[in-house]
């Protein structure tokens, strides 16, 4: 009888040590989107939304697994990354000058994402560009012809909107000098826009 006793509650205290260090991995990850909500400049309301979701799912199921979006069901991934492209967007006086909530959405929906390393080159000085970029994170300096830095873009800036809008060569090479997460906007993508929109 005591060996059953002892070995049932053997069986409990693994159980409770499992579910803490479920628990523990739960706050690291819920922890991790936070900060990468927070990263990201998330909307307040769809912040809450999605530490609600995973609060649900610990709930219900006790468990979590994976990268921090990868459960993430699409339609929550799609609101979070048309917020950050929206942000994005909207600190651009071009843009910001046209009062029509649907080509703001169409705009976003073409932008695509890039991530740059340190040291990569964004644009040459003197090259056909066909993409305007906007900066979500990161630094990126505007050199010369003599690759003296004449400034540093930062967050929320933008850069070769005149080799989009006009098509003129780029004017000043631009380089990463920290991890730098873009944004494009293609040409041709512009253009469809422009046509959808005259």
Known sequence: YQR?????????MLII?????????????????????EY?????????????????VWYHFHSV????????????????TFA???GIAQKVSLF?????????????????PRLCVPQAVVVRQGETVDEMYFILKGELDVLDGEANVLTTLKEGAYFCELSLLMGVAASHTIVANTTAHLYSLHQQSFDA??????
């Open 65 to 80: 697994s994976g990268d921090e979006f990868e459960e993430l069901p699409a339609e929550l991934q799609q609101r979070l």
């Open 40 to 56: 990201c400049r998330a909307p307040p309301a769809l912040r809450a939304e999605i530490v609600h979701y995973y609060k649900t």
């Open 17 to 37: 040590t499992n579910l803490e260090g479920r628990q523990v991995e739960f706050r690291a990850k819920l922890e991790a989107v936070q900060q990468y909500l």
């Open 4 to 12: 059953r006793v002892h070995g049932g509650l053997g069986e409990v």
């Open 84 to 86: 950050m492209k929206m």
């Open 96 to 112: 910001s000058l046209i009062d029509d909530p649907d080509f703001s959405a169409e705009l976003v929906v073409r932008m695509r």
């Open 193 to 198: 826009l422009l046509r959808e929109f005259p």
